[in-house]
Nanobody, 115 residues
Framework: QVQLVESGGGLVQAGGSLRLSCAVS????????MGWYRQAPGKSRELVAR???????DYAGSAKGRFTISGDAAKKTFDLQMNRLRPDDTAVYYC?????????WGQGTQVTVSS
């Protein structure tokens, strides 16, 4: 049974930084299949960044150069470092794991960026 628990959200001023963490329960062999998504009010959930086959990091255009994903499979953690935050980064951020073709989601953590 895979469970994901996010932490680290909060309120930050534009230009600031936040680090989100995802604690993973269940088997975690590598970071492949792990990702961060976000959903702003009135919008669909969208990819922020993920690790795909070959351990390749895949970033959304809005995240490139500002956000960085990292993790430790042995410790079962997966993080999102967010720098130079903007008001349009305000959203609920979700940790995601794709495992054997099934999607698992955390409960989400709110990130609010004030101007």
């Amino acid at each position: 049974q895979v469970q994901l628990v996010e932490s680290g959200g909060g309120l930050v001023q534009a230009g600031g930084s936040l680090r989100l963490s995802c604690a993973v329960s269940g088997t975690m062999i590598s970071l492949i299949g792990m990702g961060w998504y976000r959903q702003a009010p009135g919008k669909s959930r969208e990819l922020v960044a993920r690790v795909v086959a070959g351990n390749i990091e895949d970033y959304a255009g809005s995240a490139k150069g500002r956000f960085t994903i990292s993790g430790d499979a042995a410790k079962k953690t997966f993080d999102l470092q967010m720098n130079r935050l903007r008001p349009d980064d305000t959203a609920v951020y979700y940790c995601n794991k794709v495992d054997l073709g099934q999607d698992y989601w955390g409960q989400g953590t709110q990130v609010t960026v004030s101007s």
